[in-house]
């Protein structure tokens, strides 16, 4: 299994002069690569490196390999939207491989730049440290806008050993409630919420002021990167509260020896009709970005993963199996009109994941090991 670390540099400021200039020579090429490569309609890598290898090599001043990589990264921008002509900004990532890059222990980095190699310090938590030996592949090299570097490190970090489970470990996700398990586990949404009402309050409050300043005839750069700095942090957010709910399942799940069971909430939003005061809570609503840290961090654990369909299990009882629209008089009650039994609505919907879980084969991860253990 691929993982990607991220690693933080400290360079000199030497170090840093030559880093920075090496990062935006190798991204005007790439911009300037992909302007000719969309005029030709060209996609095959091989015959771009044939047609611009020399002028990147003697324009631009890259070395060989910095060549090849950048020609490798335009074709692949490139493939994905083959509508409109890539742009690269000044600072993005900038890719390194094993040619031009080298580790030095775990503390320091060789990086080949503009003006010859350059051995940078590198800062890892105990977390990278111990998946570092398995570092292989590329890398990105990463100038944030605080001016501090990052390698972004692919590892290939083997899957735990699946163990077959009996029993599982039921989660409904939702909005009030991000994730509730089976056995009355809550992790509110209520922090998430005041978060995004903040940041939207700040959103609109800038995107007048933005407009006032267009009306007046000014150019509001500063409101724009104020308002792309409020979205950066209201998902940077998201993404830490996702991280600490899956740790937790994940951790629980191993320590008991159950599975996980989730439901398949692919096209939710499609297939889901909601009032203007919800789109606002549903547009931010990360459930697939939970749902991919759960299953990566099972596959780690050796945690199997069992996706079921959703249909009706907020509208179930966990007990009877009665099924009708009226069982769940509001968001957070659930009332079997057949046979009385009453609970919180989203533990209700959890023990019927369960519930699926057990009595049907699990679709667990692509890894064979997992989907041999779970047969």
Same mark, same amino acid.
């Given at each position: +299994?691929?993982?990607?670390?991220?690693?933080?540099?400290?360079?000199?400021? *030497?170090?840093?002069?030559?880093?920075?200039?090496?990062?935006?020579?190798?991204?005007?090429?790439?911009?300037?690569?992909?302007?000719?490569?969309?005029?030709?309609?060209?996609?095959?890598?091989?015959?771009?490196?044939?047609?611009?290898?020399?002028?990147?090599?003697?324009?631009?001043?890259?070395?060989?390999? +910095?060549?090849?990589?950048?020609?490798?990264?335009?074709?692949?921008?490139?493939?994905?939207?083959?509508?409109? *002509?890539?742009?690269?900004?000044?600072?993005?990532?900038?890719?390194?491989?094993?040619?031009?890059?080298?580790?030095?222990?775990? /503390?320091? #980095?060789?990086?080949?730049? @503009?003006?010859?190699?350059?051995?940078?310090?590198?800062? +890892?938590?105990?977390?990278?440290?111990?998946?570092?030996?398995?570092?292989?592949?590329?890398? /990105?090299?990463?100038?944030?806008?605080?001016?501090?570097?990052?390698?972004?490190?692919?590892?290939?970090?083997?899957?735990?050993?699946?163990?077959?489970?009996?029993?599982?470990?039921?989660?409904? @996700?939702?909005?009030?409630?991000?994730?509730?398990?089976?056995?009355?586990?809550?992790?509110?949404?209520?922090?998430?919420?005041? #978060?995004?009402?903040?940041?939207?309050?700040?959103?609109?409050?800038?995107?007048?002021?933005?407009?006032?300043?267009?009306?007046?005839?000014?150019?509001?750069?500063?409101?724009?990167?104020?308002?792309?700095?409020?979205?950066?942090?209201?998902?940077?957010?998201?993404?830490?509260?996702?991280?600490?709910?899956?740790?937790?399942?994940?951790?629980?799940?191993? /320590?008991?020896?159950?599975?996980?069971? @989730?439901?398949?909430?692919?096209?939710?939003?499609?297939?889901?009709?909601?009032?203007?005061?919800?789109?606002?809570? +549903?547009?931010?609503?990360?459930?697939?970005?939970?749902?991919?840290?759960?299953?990566?961090?099972?596959?780690?654990?050796?945690?199997?993963?069992?996706?079921?369909?959703?249909?009706?299990?907020?509208?179930?009882?966990?007990?009877?199996?009665?099924?009708?629209?009226?069982?769940?008089?509001?968001?957070?009650?659930?009332? *079997?009109?057949? *046979?009385?039994?009453?609970?919180?609505?989203?533990?209700?919907?959890?023990?019927?994941?369960?519930?699926?879980?057990?009595?049907?084969?699990?679709?667990?991860?692509?890894?064979?090991?997992?989907?041999?253990?779970?047969?």
């Amino acid at each position: +299994m691929k993982l990607t670390l991220q690693t933080q540099l400290l360079p000199d400021e *030497c170090q840093g002069e030559k880093l920075k200039a090496t990062v935006e020579r190798f991204n005007e090429a790439a911009t300037w690569l992909a302007s000719e490569i969309f005029k030709r309609r060209l996609v095959n890598k091989i015959a771009i490196q044939k047609l611009y290898y020399q002028d990147l090599r003697l324009t631009f001043g890259l070395s060989a390999q +910095m060549a090849c990589l950048c020609i490798a990264r335009v074709a692949e921008a490139y493939k994905r939207d083959k509508s409109k *002509c890539p742009k690269f900004k000044p600072h993005a990532g900038m890719t390194y491989d094993q040619r031009t890059m080298s580790f030095k222990g775990v /503390d320091k #980095v060789s990086l080949l730049t @503009l003006e010859g190699r350059v051995i940078v310090p590198v800062l +890892m938590g105990n977390y990278q440290r111990e998946r570092f030996t398995n570092a292989k592949g590329q890398a /990105d090299l990463v100038l944030r806008k605080d001016g501090k570097w990052f390698l972004l490190v692919t590892v290939d970090v083997p899957d735990g050993t699946p163990t077959p489970t009996t029993d599982f470990i039921g989660v409904d @996700l939702g909005v009030v409630n991000i994730a509730t398990t089976d056995n009355g586990q809550v992790f509110s949404g209520q922090p998430v919420e005041d #978060v995004r009402q903040k940041f939207h309050d700040q959103r609109q409050s800038l995107q007048k002021a933005a407009a006032a300043s267009t009306a007046k005839g000014k150019r509001p750069k500063n409101i724009r990167r104020k308002l792309k700095s409020v979205g950066s942090k209201e998902q940077r957010f998201r993404r830490d509260i996702n991280h600490q709910i899956s740790k937790k399942l994940v951790a629980k799940a191993k /320590d008991t020896g159950h599975g996980i069971a @989730l439901e398949d909430l692919k096209g939710i939003r499609d297939r889901s009709r909601f009032s203007r005061p919800q789109r606002a809570k +549903m547009s931010g609503w990360a459930f697939f970005q939970l749902r991919s840290f759960i299953e990566y961090k099972a596959r780690l654990a050796g945690v199997l993963i069992a996706i079921i369909d959703p249909k009706n299990t907020s509208r179930t009882c966990a007990h009877c199996g009665h099924c009708e629209k009226a069982n769940r008089p509001s968001q957070e009650r659930f009332l *079997c009109k057949a *046979c009385g039994h009453a609970a919180n609505a989203d533990i209700n919907a959890a023990q019927n994941i369960r519930a699926r879980a057990l009595v049907s084969a699990p679709i667990v991860s692509s890894c064979p090991a997992f989907a041999a253990a779970a047969g």
